[in-house]
């Protein structure tokens, strides 16, 4: 299957999924369909890079399975896992029989023991499947080994079992907020895109598709606030998902201008460093 | 077979990428083929694009990408299809006061507006009327940025695109720095150009081997911009947390500490009896105390900056920071550094201490060294680690390599970090053999050796 056509057919379907890519978006997610392999996305929190992934699968109708990672991440948790109370179990009822060692130790090991896990089920699946390692930074080293067999030749190798092969490929996306640097191998193996910060006609895109009760005026005053702040030097800059947050919470408090005052009232929701409020409001002169 | 050259081109591209410090690989270098026949040639920014998301894996090599990509694969040849239209009706004004005057009128619509087309366009006109360096046969000819930055000079319409963004409603401060940035960013785009021009000549080989900067993270304190300054600024707290999240998950790694008995039997519960997996306690984190001592003397002042934002920014990973400056005598500066403050208030306030760590202006460290003992001696214990910052040009002055001896006698380590290149030691009035005999010193010249000295002494 091929998963789009060009890079402007990525740009429509996801936009038609509630997604708006910019062409360096469309074009690199156009070449991970158009090569299999996996992307990986790297950039600030709260830019979209998870909604990626989530909008690659509800464009193409495919199943989204996730692995989120996180420090402590092991093979049993991301690949497969033998389900031991069960084989226990398997052992115990039959030691009434007589079966011999060997016929027990070929029956616990098939496929009615095994837990897969979501590395293992993606790589299974006969249909579609977009397959989101998220947050891959966050893991041990040991795991991005893991990850190399998977990502280059989309196959799993269980000892009992024999090697596993991809019937399908799926669509990976890998996401990180690049805490950690990962190893070249694994970056080697992917596709490489950075998701910044929009300008400020996307952002005003994203902000009008995501809250659409938004005014146009008050929107138009958000993301150019948002893109003075972002010139500001902060310890955390505001991202889409603050924005979006922030257009929200003026619906809700029924602010239909955006003056001094109502941004002083609401900055919470888009800085979160009392330092970074501070500098806000002396740099922006803002008087409540 | 004919060739069409692409392959060549493509090539030579890669090799240029290779010569900037990005590795690129083999395997790297099939993927991008395959990336570019399956990408449709009409547009040039799909192409940047395909090659981007094939061959560079680091945000921070984003920018030498682009300047290499520009020179290989350029937006235009010589002055492009419009620039051959205007040529009839414009050939006679090429350079004279007039076409000054109305280019930077146009120059400062453009900037206000932030109209990036527009912008490209005018720094190519640019260096084309105002760069052009004729040469005494055909080939020699060349261009110059510089000329061209010259008699445009834009940094003169500062004040006048400050009053232009003051008006669209934005605040003092804000506007200045937005006008800088964006008559950065045409001096930049001119730079380009020129550079393109020269490529076209000479073969992009040729300037790509001169024309690229290294990238933020590799780029010598010594040798930043102002602009860099800033950008490595914002690079500080996203470095520190790296660090942070590098150290713990390192520290995880080691903790396995005696077995934890109580806990182990309990998960083996569910498992029938049979403990598969072993619980251990943790260990005890080992904390040190830093003495940070830096030399913040003009030449080496945005260094030590640096280096302390680093470390405050890591303070949790210590017991207890103290900073200390000096230029001939010594001044404590770690009040300045509260949990949680400002990065651009912080530097606003150690500038201004500098002034409190001078007597007479020179730097002379054989005297600090001794204020230092005679002043803040119970800031060093066994349990501390001195950190020296400095590039020990001490004007010819006594080293008092005697005090320095004691103190790093009484720490626990010590170490001497030099911003300056290794072959630049020992020039001039340069002690750092003299001093490096009794502290370690290590050259520490950008944020990548800043980063990972830190993560190796904690």
Redesign the interface.
């Given at each position: 299957m091929t998963w789009f056509s060009s890079p402007s057919d990525v740009t429509t379907r996801l936009a038609g999924a509630g997604y708006l890519a910019d062409a360096a978006t469309a074009t690199t997610a156009f070449l991970a369909g158009a090569l299999e392999k996996p992307l990986l996305v790297e950039g600030p929190a709260g830019v979209g890079k998870t909604e990626l992934a989530k909008a690659v699968a509800r464009a193409t109708g495919a199943d989204l399975v996730r692995l989120q990672c996180y420090e402590g991440l092991d093979e049993a948790r991301a690949l497969y896992e033998w389900n031991y109370k069960k084989q226990l179990l398997r052992i115990q009822a039959s030691q009434g029989d007589d079966q011999t060692w060997s016929e027990t130790h070929d029956d616990i090991f098939t496929d009615e023991f095994l837990l897969t896990r979501p590395l293992l089920t993606a790589i299974r699946r006969e249909e579609p499947t977009v397959l989101l390692i998220d947050e891959v930074d966050k893991t041990d080293v040991e795991v991005e080994g893991l990850l190399l067999e998977v990502l280059s030749d989309f196959q799993v190798t269980i000892p009992e079992l024999g090697t596993v092969v991809a019937v399908r490929r799926p669509f990976v996306v890998l996401t990180s907020n690049a805490t950690r640097e990962l190893s070249e191998a694994v970056k080697r193996r992917c596709l490489y895109l950075h998701l910044g910060y929009p300008d400020a006609e996307r952002e005003r895109e994203i902000v009008t598709s995501q809250v659409p009760d938004l005014e146009d005026k008050v929107a138009g005053q958000l993301v150019a606030t948002v893109a003075r702040l972002r010139e500001l030097e902060l310890k955390k800059a505001p991202s889409i998902a603050e924005s979006v947050d922030w257009a929200r919470t003026l619906i809700a408090l029924e602010i239909n201008d955006l003056d001094d005052k109502a941004i002083v009232d609401t900055l919470g929701v888009i800085l979160k460093h009392a330092s970074d409020q501070d500098r806000a409001v002396r740099e922006l002169r803002l008087r409540s | 077979m004919q060739r069409s050259g692409l392959l060549d081109r493509h090539i030579a591209f890669l090799e240029a990428l290779r010569g900037a410090g990005l590795?690129v690989?083999l395997?790297?270098d099939l993927?991008a083929i395959?990336?570019l026949t399956?990408?449709?040639w009409g547009d040039r920014?799909?192409i940047r694009?395909?090659y981007?998301?094939?061959l560079?894996?680091?945000?921070s090599q984003?920018p030498t990408f682009e300047t290499l990509f520009d020179l290989y694969f350029p937006r235009l040849v010589g002055e492009g299809a419009r620039g051959a239209r205007d040529e009839e009706e414009e050939s006679a004004v090429r350079d004279n006061a007039r076409a000054l005057v109305s280019f930077r009128t146009q120059l400062l619509d453009a900037l206000a507006g932030g109209d990036e087309e527009t912008l490209s366009r005018l720094a190519a006109e640019a260096v084309a009327r105002f760069g052009a360096m004729p040469g005494r046969g055909p080939g020699l000819s060349s261009w110059s940025a510089y000329t061209a930055l010259q008699r445009v000079s834009p940094a003169e319409l500062t004040e006048q695109l400050v009053r232009a963004l003051l008006a669209e409603g934005?605040?003092?401060?804000?506007a200045r720095?937005?006008a800088g940035?964006r008559i950065g960013g045409f001096t930049r785009r001119v730079e380009d150009d020129a550079r393109r021009r020269i490529a076209e000549e000479k073969g992009p080989d040729h300037v790509a081997n001169v024309a690229v900067r290294p990238s933020i993270d590799r780029l010598d304190f010594t040798a930043a911009r102002k602009s860099d300054l800033?950008e490595m600024?914002?690079e500080i707290?996203?470095l520190a947390?790296?660090l942070a999240?590098?150290l713990t998950?390192e520290h995880?790694?080691r903790r396995r500490g005696p077995l934890d008995f109580r806990r182990t039997v309990r998960a083996s519960i569910?498992?029938?009896g049979?403990p598969?997996v072993t619980h251990h306690k943790p260990k005890r984190p080992h904390r040190t105390e830093l003495v940070v001592l830096c030399d913040v003397s003009g030449s080496v002042a945005s260094f030590a900056q640096f280096t302390l934002l680093l470390v405050f920014a890591l303070r949790d990973q210590f017991q207890k920071v103290r900073a200390f400056t000096f230029i001939d005598h010594v001044h404590e500066v770690t009040h300045h550094f509260k949990p949680?403050?400002?990065?651009?208030?912080v530097m606003a306030d150690l500038a201004a201490s500098a002034s409190h760590a001078a007597l007479w202006g020179r730097t002379n460290y054989g005297r600090a060294f001794a204020k230092f003992e005679e002043e803040h001696a119970d800031a060093i214990g066994p349990k501390t680690s001195l950190l020296i910052l400095g590039d020990a040009r001490s004007n010819y002055s006594d080293l008092n390599e005697r005090v320095l001896r004691d103190l790093a006698g009484t720490a626990r380590h010590a170490w001497w970090l030099n911003p300056e290149h290794t072959r630049h030691w020992d020039t001039g009035d340069s002690a750092a053999t003299k001093y490096g005999e009794v502290v370690p010193m290590v050259e520490c010249r950008n944020l990548t050796q800043l980063s990972e000295f830190v993560h190796d002494i904690l």
């Open positions: - | 590795p690989s395997a790297e993927d395959e990336a399956a990408l449709d920014a799909t694009d395909g981007a998301a094939t560079v894996k680091r945000h984003r934005r605040v003092d401060g804000e720095r937005s940035r800033e600024r914002r707290y996203p947390r790296r999240t590098r998950q995880h790694a569910s498992t029938g049979v598969l949680g403050a400002d990065v651009v208030d």
